[in-house]
């Protein structure tokens, strides 16, 4: 695939991020990433430009996932937007939001399980483009 995507990345913890940018390097993907760690560097950075694609922790320092994904909707209402947690199981985010959740754990029992989410959920995205 060479077709490149420009990606804002909600994660606190940098080991994550980087498994998240290297998931996204294996699959062949050229993307632009840009790293917020919490509410404030999240809310500066969404308004920086056109993102064609949001991943999300679910827990942060001072809000959840769910949080970003309402600021979001408000924005963007069309933006993608993938949730990834260690912490929920994709059950309860998708009832605790009404949508379809694409995400799993980084903790390394869920490894291969969120490889195949964030590549189904980049996938997906990739095909509406």
Known sequence: ???SLRILHLEDNPA???LVRDLLESDGLITEIRHAGNRSEFIRVLAEGKWDLMISDYRLPDFTGLDALKIVREKFPLLPFILMSGTIGEQAAGQRQGEVPVGG???RRHEL????????????????R
């Open 1 to 3: 695939m060479n077709q």
């Open 16 to 18: 994550d991020a980087l």
């Open 105 to 107: 754990g980084f903790r």
């Open 113 to 128: 399980r969120s490889q195949e989410y964030c590549g189904r959920g980049v996938g997906a995205v990739l095909s509406l």
